[in-house]
């Protein structure tokens, strides 16, 4: 074969390689953006769309920031703090509107109204506008109502007339008698009946029950010697006056303080969390670490629930959603300091979502973390699926655990990522970051045996079935 025929075949073959290498080079992606996305819980979804949203309403762009809360809309139909700021941002958006016409009537007539009267500007889209001028009076404060100090016939009338009644206006004014002799005690408690009947009492206090009780309060918070009652007093006070933030706080210092007060203050707490108000004072927290274990011992199903979080902005109450129905869920025991309560309600497809209250903490960013026991009701539950999506993939801290008589674990129980048998304790560990959150499904009716003898779940959850030989 001649020389020039081999070096032309070998020219050829080195550009077809180099072109293959170009393509190859040049091809998509397998991974994106969008996959990792689509990956996420819809809750961090929304929560990063209701962050860009409000971003895009802080710099006045309204129309964009209701495309963007349309979107959470469309993700959560009854997401009601999507559905707020999109009514905020049209307000704005007429405002604005509205704005630029009344300039441009001004350019035009050189006033908002022409000055005859015969040519009064009455147009639908800005409505009526009138300029007046008038010499300025000085202000003149409204005359504040004082009573005299009531008779205890007149309390006693007043409170037989308000508990036949019902009305708000009657235990105002039960309020208003009490106060009147200075018994802020009961003053308040007249007060609060009042305001959970009727929200619109508050506009009778001219004279200032409210703003008086609560100065005095703080006053003596701000002393630094506050005892439960005086915590619980305060806390009622704020959530009247929207002070929602500390109100939270001080309800969850009275509950700490004192057990007498614990149950009051938790009454009011779970009235929050039921009301839309919650959306407030909460949001979802930035979980670090999350592991369950399931338990089968003194004829009882209970699920261990360990979790490491870090609230945003401080908040004293953060939602933490189990794949367990929360109707099968008899009890919540809360097992660390960490958590000063628990509740249980039903979040998305009747899933578990518990309400932890914190105590507080001084660190900008502290950490907390929550031990949960939660006892099962195995007359409503059959199955048992010990899953959790909430952790990002890329969080490692994500296991579940079947712990239990080594006698219960039949071929229906599947095989762990970490096995291990002690002494008859049979220990099944899943990394959920392996099966993208989805954890094992077991048969309840298979664990019928206790356990043999008595081992630290806390110890095994927490080490992750790794260095358990001093569990016992």
């Known amino acids: 074969m001649p020389i020039a025929e081999t070096m032309k075949r070998a020219l050829i073959s080195v550009?077809?390689?180099?072109a293959f290498v170009l393509l190859v080079g040049f091809s998509p992606r397998p991974y994106s953006d969008l996959a990792e996305y689509k990956r996420l819980p819809q809750e961090t979804r929304i929560s990063r769309l209701q962050s860009?949203?409000?971003?895009?309403?802080?710099?006045?762009?309204?129309?964009?920031?209701?495309?963007?809360?349309?979107?959470?809309?469309a993700l959560d139909e009854s997401d009601l703090k999507a559905k707020l700021w999109i009514a905020k941002a049209r307000t704005e958006l007429k405002r604005e509107r509205d704005e630029l016409n009344k300039q441009e009537r001004y350019r035009r007539y050189g006033q908002l109204i022409p000055k005859l009267k015969d040519d009064l500007l009455d147009d639908k889209a800005l409505g009526y506008f009138e300029v007046r001028y008038s010499?300025?009076?000085?202000?003149?404060?409204?005359?504040?109502?004082?009573?005299?100090?009531?008779?205890?016939?007149?309390?006693?009338?007043?409170?037989?007339k308000a508990e036949k009644s019902g009305a708000a206006a009657d235990y105002f004014e039960l309020a208003m008698l009490h106060w009147s002799k200075k018994e802020a005690e009961n003053a308040l408690k007249a007060y609060f009946k009042a305001v959970s009947l009727d929200s619109e009492i508050l506009a009778m206090d001219d004279e200032q029950l409210l703003l008086k009780v609560s100065a005095e309060v703080e006053k003596r918070i701000e002393g630094g010697k506050v005892s439960a009652d005086e915590f619980l007093d305060s806390g009622k006070l704020l959530m009247v006056q929207g002070e929602l933030r500390r109100a939270v706080n001080h309800l969850v210092k009275a509950a700490q303080l004192?057990?007498?007060t614990r149950q009051e203050a938790s009454d009011i707490l779970l009235t929050l969390i039921e009301s839309p108000q919650i959306e407030v004072v909460s949001a979802p927290p930035d979980l670090i670490g999350f592991r369950q274990a399931y338990v089968f011992d003194k004829e009882a199903d209970t699920v261990y629930v360990r979790v490491t979080l870090i609230p945003k902005e401080r908040g004293q109450i953060v939602p933490i959603d189990i794949t367990i129905p929360a109707d099968a869920?008899?009890?919540i025991e809360v097992k660390s300091k960490d958590a000063v309560m628990a509740f249980g309600k039903p979040g998305v497809d009747n899933a578990l979502r518990v309400w932890a209250v914190l105590p507080e903490k001084e660190e900008d960013f502290a950490e907390y973390?929550?031990?949960?026991?939660?006892?099962?009701?195995?007359?409503?539950?059959?199955?048992?699926?010990?899953?959790?999506?909430?952790?990002?993939?890329?969080?490692p801290d994500n296991w579940s655990f079947?712990?239990?008589?080594?006698?219960?674990?039949?071929?229906?129980?599947?095989k762990g990522e970490y096995e291990k048998n002690l002494e008859g304790v049979q220990i099944s560990g899943y990394h959920l970051p392996v099966s993208e959150g989805k954890g094992p499904t077991l048969l309840l009716s298979d664990f019928k045996q206790p356990l043999p003898r008595e081992v630290d779940i806390w110890k095994i959850i927490e080490t992750g079935g790794e260095g358990i030989a001093n569990l016992f």
Do not use: C, H, W
């Open 329 to 331: 869920v008899e009890k």
């Open 402 to 414: 079947i712990i239990g008589s080594e006698f219960n674990f039949s071929e229906n129980v599947p």
């Open 369 to 395: 973390e929550l031990r949960l026991a939660l006892n099962i009701d195995r007359k409503i539950l059959s199955y048992l699926e010990l899953s959790n999506y909430s952790l990002s993939l890329d969080m």
């Open 15 to 18: 550009i077809f390689l180099l």
């Open 258 to 260: 004192d057990a007498k």
């Open 52 to 73: 860009a949203a409000e971003d895009l309403f802080r710099r006045r762009r309204y129309e964009d920031s209701i495309v963007v809360f349309e979107t959470i809309l």
């Open 135 to 160: 010499e300025p009076k000085p202000y003149v404060p409204p005359v504040r109502k004082i009573r005299p100090p009531a008779s205890e016939a007149e309390i006693n009338a007043q409170k037989e």
